[in-house]
Every structure is written in C-alpha cells, then in structure tokens.
C-alpha cells in the first residue's frame, strides 16, 4: 500500500452565483468548480481560470468570511463568487465600444451617454484609450477584459444591439439626455437656426423641417423629423427602463432646446443633407 497515492488532489471549490455561470465552461454550468490549488495563485487568477473575467465579479467569500481577488486560497477552501452590484458607481459615465459593437455606440449616443468607438482599433489601443480618456470598456470580448493594464472595463450581455443597451443601463444607469449627441461621431449638438444651415440643405428637408441642430464634432446637421419612430422607440424604451432623464437642454450655454417638451420623440437622428 502506498499512502501517497491515493490521497486527493489538494483543490479549491468555487460557487458561482447564477448571474456568472454562462461564462463557466458547459460541464460546469451549475456554477461549482473545482480546482486544483498550487498554493500561489491569487484567487482572482483562479476565479478567471474558470472563465470569469474579474470585471463580472463583485464581493468575495472563502469558508464564509469577507476576502480579496489577491488572497493565495489554501487546500479545502470553499469560496463563492457574487456578481458586480447593479448599478455599479463609475467614476464618470464616459464609455469606449470595441470594434464590434457600433450598433451599440449609435444606440448610446442617441440617449446622450457619452460613447467612443472606432471599427478601427486594436486591442492594445483600445486599452490604451480607455484608461487615458477614463473610458469604461465595453466589449464581448473576455480575453479583453482579462488583460491586466486595462483600468476599467465591462462585459456586454446580449445578442442585438437593443438588448445590449438595456444591459449597458441596468449595469451602469448613466444620466441620459436624449437627441443631445450625433450618433456619428458623439460629438455634442446644439441648436442652430434653419437660416445657419438652409444652404446645406435638400429642397425637400428645407421644406419640410424648422428644426435644426449642428454636431460641435462633425458639423452634421440633424432635424426634426419624420424618419424617426424607430429612433424615438429606442429612447421611449431606454428612459422607461432607466427611471428618466438628466434635464441637460436648457443648462448648455448653446441655447439648446428644451428636451423635456419633446418627449414624445419625433426629432429625427437622421443625419443631414451635409453628410
Ligand atoms: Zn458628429
């Protein structure tokens, strides 16, 4: 008989609440792991083993008591894994997409949270950009979310664009001010009078539409118009879900129009004829 070999591997065991258990490999999906423990790994290495970027992850717990992301777990711990509180407390509400998701950026920028993106990025510069702008990164991506430079970052739940916003304001619950940025380029829009913009125009938007505001970023010119129920449906949704609006119109020192009396959203973000 040899005493050594029959004596267990020496493991940890992870409890994952529900909210993480989709990011678990399939066999683990009821939300234990197990794993074996070489008594020098940080518990946030061994949590992001499993699949979890720490990004997802709130308080921790081993045998019951309060512990960090940096304690070395020991031979029999049992440690459970909560998910980041909702609303999770930023910073600044300032956002940058990854490359995959401008459906989203277009979508955020139309309820007024301040959104980056660029289909154009790499990794390394999209990290880069987050943490000097002080941007929250937003992506599908874990391996993304597990690089250790990054400052903040965030996984988006969430086939289509829709459900990924109304994610994106449950987790965060930015202060919205809708039709305030160019979906474009997230540039600022300030009102401007139809005479400012009238050569820019199509003779059929110039005979239709009174309204106008311009992007401080692109120059684009937006309008009040008709274009627009599937864009005020996408705003209806977000400030029903997210408990109302900033009052953000009337406090720019562009003048821009009181947001509150248009409520019922039929301003076009459809952008001008200037492109
Ligand atoms: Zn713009």
């Known amino acids: 008989m040899n005493g050594t070999q029959g004596s267990p591997q020496p493991s940890v065991e992870l409890w994952f609440v529900a909210e993480l ?22 518990l946030g290495h ?10 997802e ?40 997409l ?13 309820v007024g949270v301040d959104t980056a993106y660029s289909n154009d990025l790499s990794d390394d510069a999209l990290i880069e950009l987050a943490n000097s702008a002080g941007r929250v990164l937003l992506t599908k991506d874990r391996g993304l979310l597990r690089r250790r430079k ?10 289509r664009a829709d459900e990924q916003l109304a994610d994106v304001l449950d987790r965060f619950a930015p202060p919205l001010a809708p039709w305030t940025r160019c979906v ?5 829009l300030a009102q401007v009078t139809k005479g400012e913009v009238e050569a820019e125009l199509l003779p059929g938007t110039r005979r239709t ?34 408990g109302g609006t900033r009052t ?27 492109g």
């Open 98 to 110: 990854d490359v995959h998701l401008g459906a989203l950026a277009r979508r955020m920028r139309l």
């Open 21 to 42: 258990r989709m990011f678990l490999a399939p066999a683990n999906r009821a939300g234990m792991v197990r794993t074996a423990t070489d008594g020098t790994s940080s």
């Open 248 to 274: 953000s119109g009337g406090s720019r020192s562009g003048g821009t129009r009181s947001q509150g009396s248009r409520s019922q959203g039929t301003r076009s973000g459809h952008p001008g004829a200037t």
């Open 184 to 188: 474009a380029c997230n540039g600022t």
């Open 150 to 159: 990054l400052w903040l970052g965030a996984y988006v739940h969430g086939a």
């Open 209 to 242: 539409y009174e309204e106008f505001c311009r992007c401080a970023g692109c120059g684009r010119v937006y309008w009040r118009g008709a274009h627009s129920r599937r864009l005020a449906a996408i705003v209806a949704t977000a400030t029903r879900t997210s």
């Open 57 to 96: 992850v709130g308080s921790l717990h081993v045998n019951d008591g309060p512990a960090g992301p940096s304690y070395q777990p020991r031979a029999g711990d049992v440690v459970r894994v909560e998910a980041v509180s909702r609303p999770q407390p930023l910073p600044a509400p300032m956002f940058l």
């Open 46 to 55: 061994v949590v992001e083993s499993a699949g979890v970027p720490l990004t």
